[in-house]
């Protein structure tokens, strides 16, 4: 039978403490839930403004009245999900805090107090996230320029979400025309790339000027990351090589029709000069 979750009260509105999804979902609306990511990270707990109609973090841009809420942290909410979450035993969770528990903390050391790049494969090469200077370093050649890291704007996900044309040769991720390719490259392959913050969370935060834990509790602290590659065929670009080629088919078929109606215009003139 599957284990009723706790639940904790805010301002006479009971909240279901989901660990498994990191959120606070009301009882009485499900739809309705608070991420924990959203909520200022205290040593001993979380903090936000809560908003009395809404029954969640307060939006800046409404109005509506709000107070001040401050709850446990989530390994006195509910040690046990916690404790099968992160195959942490229960006897050891009274001596940890949230963090040493939700973040590597192997990873944030080496990451904060070591200052070790995080890493991400693509097809076996084996690059640096500089985020600094927005750009992928290759691990074997650090002192090289590497490549800039692809946008990961909403407009720019032509491909898919977050995949990229990735030259295994040239060791660069190319941008393709979209507009004029008609076949699948050979040359190329699809690969899918995490967003910058989730490369390096601390790295974000550091450039942001945001504190160097903000967010590390939900972005799964990683120094190591791979690219997979994706077959083409699973990609948006089969249908836009159709489109291109039926849109080349119509140019083609009308360039036919006026070239082969050129003769009798012809012949109307000379008839209209008689």
Do not use: C, H
């Amino acid at each position: 039978m599957e284990r009723e979750l706790p639940l904790i009260n805010i301002q006479g509105t009971d909240f279901v403490v989901d660990v498994e999804n990191l959120v606070l979902k009301e009882k009485a609306n499900e739809n309705n839930f608070i991420p924990f990511g959203y909520m200022a990270d205290l040593s001993d707990g979380y903090e936000f403004e809560y908003g009395l109609d809404s029954r969640n973090i307060r939006n800046i841009w409404t109005d509506e009245e709000s107070v001040r809420v401050t709850i446990p942290p989530l390994v006195e909410l509910d040690p046990i999900s916690m404790s099968q979450k992160y195959n942490v035993p229960m006897e050891q969770l009274k001596e940890k805090t949230d963090f040493e528990i939700m973040v590597d903390q192997q990873a944030f050391d080496l990451r904060v107090n070591k200052s070790v790049l995080p890493t991400i494969d693509i097809a076996g090469d084996i690059f640096y996230v500089v985020l600094d200077k927005e750009r992928l370093i290759p691990k074997d050649n650090p002192a090289s320029e590497g490549i800039p890291l692809p946008s990961f704007e909403q407009y720019d996900q032509v491909l898919g979400e977050n995949v990229f044309a990735y030259d295994p040769k040239k060791r660069e991720i190319t941008e393709l025309d979209y507009l004029k390719i008609t076949e699948i490259p050979k040359n190329l392959i699809a690969i899918r790339l995490p967003f910058s913050f989730t490369l390096d969370p601390v790295g974000w935060n550091l450039i942001t000027n945001r504190d160097v834990k903000f967010g590390l509790k939900t972005s799964n602290l990683k120094m190591q990351f791979n690219a997979p590659q994706i077959s083409w065929e699973k990609t948006d670009l089969p249908d836009i090589i159709k489109e291109n080629k039926e849109e080349l088919r119509q140019k083609q078929t009308e360039r036919m029709k006026q070239s082969s109606m050129k003769p009798i215009i012809n012949k109307q003139k000379r008839g209209r000069r008689l």
